[in-house]
């Protein structure tokens, strides 16, 4: 069984649509969570830094942690085609220990 | 802010030479940086971390001797690939850590060895 678990797609939706993204985990000493948005051939965005459980809002992003589920969520309200990107999920223990990525999933925003 | 660059962004070497690739914090000072290897359509496999002014921390499986790693400033650390192969191609690429434990991606360097 993989550290973290995200589903890789792809995910097709209609512009305007929430999308829901998604990561379990197994390691319960993970407390800092981290939303990545990769385009093709470019390294990765900092999208959203969460630490331990909760919710957090960006713009049309929100961030969901839940450490009791071992589970973490991304929102994207009225998507875009310009959100079409691999979204990748990326946890750690604390400090700058490593980072755990997750697979990543492909989204398409389509017009 | 947070923005990191790397050089160059494509190479091209033949195999039994060595390229140099630069990474660079551009607005903040990274006292640990880390580099990173992708293979197409997965996910990034963390190769080395580096800490300013010390000798950086290999993962796993990482050859040391050939991935040399050197971060001599708090802005800018570099990844040279000695003897590349074929096998060495790759899309490279760094990040820098923020004042919270957050890491910055740069842009990354797709490296084709012929």
């Known amino acids: 069984q993989k550290e973290v678990e995200q589903d890789p797609g792809p995910l097709s939706v209609p512009e305007g649509a929430i999308v829901s993204l998604n990561c379990t985990y197994s390691n319960s000493a993970f407390q800092y969570f981290m939303w ?12 959203m830094y969460t630490y331990s459980s909760g919710n957090k809002e960006d713009g049309r992003f929100t961030a969901q942690v839940d450490k009791s589920s071992k589970y973490i969520s991304l929102f994207i309200r009225d998507s875009q085609p310009s959100d079409s990107a691999t979204y990748l999920c990326a946890m750690s223990t604390g400090g700058y220990n490593k980072l755990i990525f997750g697979a990543g999933t492909r989204l398409a925003v389509h017009p | 802010g947070a923005v990191v660059s790397q050089h160059p962004s494509w190479v091209i070497c033949k195999s039994g030479t060595s390229v140099k690739i630069e990474c660079r914090s ?56 000695t003897s590349a192969h074929p096998e060495d191609s790759s899309f490279y ?22």
């Open chain 1, 36 to 47: 990545y948005r990769q385009y093709s051939r470019k390294g990765p965005e900092l999208l």
């Open chain 2, 26 to 81: 551009l607005d903040f000072q990274a006292t640990t940086m880390f580099w990173y290897r992708q293979f197409p359509k997965q996910s990034l496999m963390l190769m080395a971390t580096s800490n300013e002014g010390s000798k950086a921390t290999y993962e796993q499986g990482v050859e040391k001797d050939k991935f040399l790693i050197n971060h001599a400033s708090l802005t800018l650390s570099t990844l040279t690939v």
């Open chain 2, 93 to 114: 690429i760094c990040s820098a850590g923020g004042q919270d434990y957050e890491q910055y991606f740069g842009p990354g360097t797709r490296l084709t060895v012929t």
